[in-house]
């Protein structure tokens, strides 16, 4: 059924603001855009898409932050990693929480958006079967 993660989105008001934020975290720049109101990055060992969606397109009822599911994406250092995000001007939202190595925080972006991150030894161990 569910085979991998395929996208995530996120709302912005400044799409164009928003992507260059997360330029800046993610070290990449976007590689799609759609003139007023979307823009997409690849990211990570996977590639995964990340997708930033003008904020009227938002699903009626949305939340500012959204507390409902949390993506959260691995990191190889979570205390660099939440460093780095809050000097790029993200506010805390989880602080880091160890669940027996399983080591998870989360912020909020300067856009509204819950941004979770993990240090996740399943991950490590899954890229190293690969090769």
């Not at 003008?54 to 507390?67: F, I, L």
Request: glycine residues 12%.
């Amino acid at each position: 059924m569910l085979r991998g993660f395929a996208l995530l989105n996120v709302y912005a008001d400044d799409v164009p603001e928003a992507a260059r934020w997360y330029a800046r975290v993610f070290g990449v720049e976007p590689y799609y855009e759609v003139a007023g109101g979307y823009m997409e990055f690849r990211v990570g060992d996977a590639q995964a898409e990340f997708g930033i969606i003008d904020r009227s397109y938002a699903p009626p009822g949305s939340a500012t932050p959204s507390t409902g599911a949390i993506m959260h994406w691995h990191v190889d250092d979570v205390e660099e990693t939440r460093t780095r995000l809050l000097e790029l001007g993200a506010t805390e939202f989880q602080p880091l929480v160890d669940r027996g190595g399983f080591i998870a925080g989360s912020m909020i972006d300067p856009f509204g958006n819950i941004l979770g991150y993990m240090y996740n030894p399943h991950y490590v161990e899954m890229l190293e079967a690969r090769g």
